[in-house]
């Protein structure tokens, strides 16, 4: 028997998505190391746990011919000079692409592929990113309010975290006299 269909709402201005099914929850003790100011990560977990950011899914089969559905809300903030970011990804099945739309705030999507390629593209509210096959994938809120993105993938994509984990990005978003700059990550491993 198919799937009947269904239809939610977006609030433009929230993100909040209704019915969704799981909102995730990620604070800077699940991102350990991630950023590249461990001094600063362990003086901030001494005395807190800042939560970086959360996204809401409506739960969908993991099958080819469906489709993922999430948005995205990416507190303002720093650890040391880089802004509060997400984890980021390639896809399980890395032949699969992905839609972001950008809702509130501002910010930038850091794209990079295994061969060492990278690209980042700014977004606002109603910017639409396409993210290829073979693209993994972070979002960085550069403003000083909630970034707030809805994202559209396959429903067989799945996610891998761990190469990220192990090499990190190409490129980091830090602040230098008030403003967003891209700079090499000194820790970036092939
Ligand atoms: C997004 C991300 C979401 C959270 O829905 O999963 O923004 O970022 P991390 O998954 O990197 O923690 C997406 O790209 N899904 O494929
Ligand atoms: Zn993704």
């Known amino acids: ?9 977006l609030n433009f201005k929230t993100g909040e998505l209704t ?13 350990k190391g991630m950023f590249l ?7 901030i977990l ?5 939560l970086i950011y959360s996204f809401s899914e409506k739960v969908l089969p993991e099958e080819n011919g469906h489709l993922q559905i999430a948005t995205t809300t990416i507190h303002p903030g720093k650890i040391g000079d ?17 839609m972001y739309l950008g809702l509130e705030g501002e910010g930038c ?3 990079q592929t295994v061969e ?9 509210p109603g910017t639409v990113a396409y993210i290829p096959p073979y693209w993994g994938h972070r979002m960085v809120n550069t403003g000083r309010t909630p970034y ?9 994509a799945g996610h891998n975290y761990g190469d990220i984990e192990k090499t990190g990005f190409l490129k980091i978003l830090i602040e230098r006299n008030g403003k967003p700059l891209l700079i090499d990550n000194p820790r970036w491993k092939k």
């Open 1 to 9: 028997m198919s799937m009947k269909p269904f239809p939610m709402n």
């Open 19 to 31: 019915p969704n099914d799981r909102t995730n929850i990620r604070k800077l003790s699940d991102m």
């Open 37 to 43: 100011d461990s001094e600063a990560e362990r003086r």
């Open 46 to 50: 001494e005395k807190d746990d800042p």
């Open 82 to 98: 880089e802004y509060h970011m997400t984890k980021g990804h390639y896809h399980r099945r890395p032949d699969t692409s992905e």
């Open 109 to 111: 999507l850091l794209m």
């Open 116 to 124: 060492g390629d990278f690209e980042s593209i700014t977004i606002r």
């Open 148 to 156: 707030i993105f809805f994202a559209v993938y396959p429903g067989d």
